[in-house]
């Protein structure tokens, strides 16, 4: 059977470059067990059963709000998910009634975890054949310090495959960032208020835990991926170790802060928190606002305006939820036609930690002269003190990222260190341009007389 090549429509492939470079063959790429397709599914349906078991303790208890907040979180996290696997998916164009029947149930990642897994198994099976349809796809490649154009097949079935895994990494942030973000910090709240540690909320918040860290470590790999699109990209062990420890402290450090503070001034706090979520989730609206620019149309083609406006809101929405909790690695900017800044942009990066920073050591502060006695008979002072050094040492580890563990490294144009010497100089620089500048009037004085 001869065998059919489809050019893929990805903005990364481009002829006139690919004329002009030499291409190097590589290897076809090997399909590998979907690990992370099953490990979402699994911490997904893992906090949605402990979330089920806490409401039932909770209506049980005659604890209605604490049963109302705590069901909300998961339902509006859990249809945010559904929405995300079936526009990725594209079921709406489908005749899928199944699938569409276990979305509405809120069970999309399960039928959709047991299609990728058919999807490996068929691939297994079929191993060492050829398929009659491929794809041919085109990256660039840093090889000892070179930029190397590399082209391979990519079979239909393992695109397919790729697709599920994007759309599981996708899944996984919004579970983390619109659900499990909320619940972690209200159910830390409500243990703080109740001195009360029953099984069922550990479980739930040792859930959510876990799917914060492993979607703030997917936020940076796929804010790799955007920025790098043209480039094949691989992490190492050492890279995503350094990734997790960092995003663990950032984010638990916050967290806890935030439940402190809260816990010490009760509703006083949230309009503070309200105030704080409002302004990331305007700014990029108020940018695009002031450039002028017309709404994109390249999100899907089969959207009105209305659906594009909808995607953006939710983004949006996504956006304001990672930044709230920790840095999101990239910028959005709905001007632009991709709708994020893929320059590198360490000035965003730094006027973000310098603010979650002010905020954090305000928040602590307030707790540590304002806060009722919690924890045991831990030292307020004590406690301020650790999470802010577990904050800052969160910062380290990502400053040590940035400088000697990015994989593509080599292409900034000024690394941390370099921006940290323009920041800390750039006065010093000006005094002595200016100083530079008076004995040369005076010279230029003296010759005009």
């Known amino acids: 059977m001869d065998r059919v090549y489809e050019i893929p429509e990805e903005s990364n492939v481009d002829p006139i470059s690919s004329l002009e470079e ?29 979330t089920l078991y806490m409401v039932r303790i909770y209506r049980k208890n005659s604890e209605t709000y604490w049963m109302a907040y705590t069901l909300s979180f998961f339902m509006f996290s859990s249809i945010m998910v559904q929405l995300t696997l079936i526009f990725v998916h594209r079921d709406l164009a489908k005749d899928k009634p199944l699938s569409l029947f276990m979305h509405l149930i809120l069970l999309g990642p399960v039928i959709r975890c047991l299609e990728a897994m058919i999807k490996y198994l068929t691939l297994w099976k079929k191993e060492g054949q050829e398929e009659p349809y491929v794809s041919l796809t085109r990256k660039k490649m840093l090889i000892n ?30 579970q983390a960032f619109l659900g499990s973000v909320p619940q972690l910090t209200y159910q830390l709240y409500v243990t703080l208020i109740s001195a009360e540690v029953p099984m069922g909320r550990v479980v739930l918040m040792v859930f959510s835990l876990i799917s914060v860290t492993y979607g703030a470590t997917l936020c940076n790999m796929l804010a ?8 094949k990209i ?5 890279e995503v170790l350094c990734i997790t420890i960092w995003r663990t402290l950032e984010i638990t450090s916050r967290l806890v802060i935030l439940v402190l503070f809260s816990a010490t001034l009760k509703l006083k706090a949230v309009p503070f928190l309200l105030l704080n979520f409002l302004i990331i989730l305007f700014e990029p609206w108020v940018k695009f606002w002031r450039s002028g620019a017309q709404m994109p149309n390249n999100i899907e083609k089969n959207f009105s305006r209305v659906g594009t406006l909808v995607v953006l809101i939710s983004i949006t929405v996504l956006y304001a939820g990672i930044n709230f909790s920790c840095w999101s690695a990239l910028q959005l900017k709905l001007a632009d036609r991709d709708l994020v800044d893929k320059g590198q942009n360490w000035g965003h990066m730094g006027l973000h930690y310098s603010v979650r920073f002010v905020e954090n050591v305000v928040m602590v502060l307030v707790f540590n002269f304002f806060g009722v006695k919690v924890l045991l008979d831990y030292c307020h002072s004590l406690i301020a003190l650790q999470l802010i050094i577990a904050y800052l040492i969160s ?10 563990l990015h994989p593509l490294r080599s292409l900034f144009t000024h690394n941390v260190v370099d921006y940290l010497h323009c920041v800390c100089c750039r006065r010093h620089l000006r005094g002595r341009i200016e100083n530079s500048e008076l004995p040369c009037d005076a010279q230029a004085r003296q010759s005009i007389v």
């Open 22 to 50: 030499d291409v190097i063959r590589g290897a076809n790429p090997r399909f590998t067990f979907p690990f992370g397709i099953l490990f979402s599914t699994f911490l997904y349906c893992g906090e949605a059963a402990s």
């Open 145 to 174: 310090g070179e930029e190397v154009l590399i082209e391979w097949e990519v079979g239909h079935s393992i695109r397919t495959l790729a697709m599920h895994r994007n759309a599981y990494k996708r899944m996984s942030q919004i």
């Open 224 to 231: 790799i991926q955007i920025k790098y699109d043209e480039y």
């Open 234 to 238: 691989r992490l190492g062990p050492l």
């Open 395 to 404: 910062i380290g580890f990502m400053l040590l990222f940035f400088q000697y």
